[in-house]
């Protein structure tokens, strides 16, 4: 678990890092650059954002809406590919709460910035019903391969106790 957590916390660093230095617009794929260019052995440091580019904490969390501008989900992730560009939105809906949700992936270009009105968040508008996105096939997040035992335990004369079980000699 913990280590699951260090590793989403480095590519949240490292995607950002790679948003910060270049545009990604619901339009393009354009892919951004290596925070460390090939060859180089100097890190490439970016010292602000710039007006035509945008974090990846702008986009978490936002609604989605559909053809007929009605809330039909909320950006739940994003997927970026190993050179930092953005591969899709990943799109959370149905359900309540989370409940009975599913997630489906769209490339950025299927997506439209709406400005908010009255200070309120900007949106991301979609060619699409809540529907069509619900009969969508679902995003399948990938799941590294488990290692595989070669051994058990109880063949070494030390074998694991259940759960519930007391602390050996005390029973």
Known sequence: MIKKLMLSAALAVVATAALAQSPITPGSSAPAQAVRAQGSDKASFISSQKPDQ????????????????QKIGDVSDILFDKSGKVEAFVISVGGFLGVGSKEVALAPKSFDVVPG????????????????????????????PRPSTTGSATSMGGGMKPSGSPPAGRQ
């Not at 945008?54 to 501008?69: E, R």
């Not at 009255?118 to 991301?124: H, R, T, V, Y």
Request: glycine share 6%.
């Open 54 to 69: 945008w974090l990846a904490s702008k986009f978490k969390g936002t609604d989605v809406l559909g053809v007929d501008n």
């Open 117 to 144: 009105q009255n200070g309120s968040a900007d949106k991301l508008k979609l060619a699409a019903t809540k529907d069509e996105l619900q009969n969508a096939q679902t995003f399948a997040r990938y799941e590294p």
